[in-house]
């Protein structure tokens, strides 16, 4: 089941802008996790933010959480083309489970 | 880093046959992995965890007799598609738990295409 929604579903940008991207949730949780995926290939795994950390930051990536709204933003700063993909936000809670947002597909103009 | 690969990454079958992914855990022991569907131009959807020596626990919805999984080890377990058809053809994603440090590494990914 999927645990939220993410907005906007697609995102199209210039080169060099910022790209912001949020996911929502329903259900308690121990960490929110943001992935990359590549048309047709696999999950690259971006950041990991904690139920107990606000924000975050990895390179040109970063990410807030509000536990109060259950809701996740990823910013991605002066954009490149390599940058289009999807993304998603995935939570863990009590259980085993990783559960994946909508998704939001991104797409950079060069 | 952590590696899990996923074989076959492309297959094609005829309608009524049955297909067997594996998911393989490289570098690490995995004691749960799990498998994902993933339609185009949409989100994972999780099938089923799959616990090594015990049997998977399936997501409402998905069929236990139409996708089989056995985790007969720490390193693998296998997602067979029974009786094939069309409308199972998906892009089928696992990920294991490393029993370590319960990080959760995400495999390549199947396509798989029914004819």
């Known amino acids: 089941s999927q645990q939220g929604e993410e907005d906007p579903q697609a995102l199209s940008i210039q080169e060099g802008e910022n790209a912001t991207m949020n996911c929502s949730y329903k259900?308690?949780?121990?960490?929110l996790q943001w992935y990359r995926q590549n048309s047709g290939r696999g999950l690259v795994h971006l950041i990991l933010i904690r139920s107990n950390e606000r924000e975050k930051h990895s390179g040109r990536l970063r990410v807030t959480l509000d536990t109060s709204k259950k809701s996740s933003s990823l910013l991605i700063t002066a954009s490149r083309a390599a940058d289009t993909a999807s993304y998603f936000c995935?939570?863990?809670?009590?259980?085993?489970?990783?559960?994946f947002g909508a998704g939001t597909i991104l797409r950079v103009k060069s | 880093g952590a590696v899990v690969s996923q074989h076959p990454s492309r297959v094609i079958c005829k309608s009524g046959t049955s297909v067997k992914i594996e998911c393989r855990s490289l570098?690490?022991?995995?004691?749960?992995m799990f498998w994902y569907r993933q339609f185009p131009k949409k989100s994972l959807m999780l099938m089923a965890t799959?616990?090594?020596?015990?049997?998977?626990?399936?997501e409402q919805g998905v069929e236990k007799d139409k996708f089989l999984i056995n985790h007969a080890s720490l390193t693998l377990s296998t997602l067979t598609v029974t009786s094939a058809h069309p409308e199972d053809s998906s892009f089928y994603i696992c990920?294991?738990?490393?029993?370590?440090?319960?990080?959760?590494?995400f495999g390549p990914g199947t396509r798989l295409t029914v004819t």
């Open positions: 259900t308690s949780i121990n960490n």
């Open positions: 990920s294991a738990r490393d029993r370590r440090s319960y990080e959760q590494y």
């Open positions: 799959s616990n090594e020596g015990s049997k998977a626990t399936y």
């Open positions: 995935a939570t863990h809670g009590d259980g085993n489970k990783l559960v």
């Open positions: 570098d690490f022991q995995a004691t749960t």
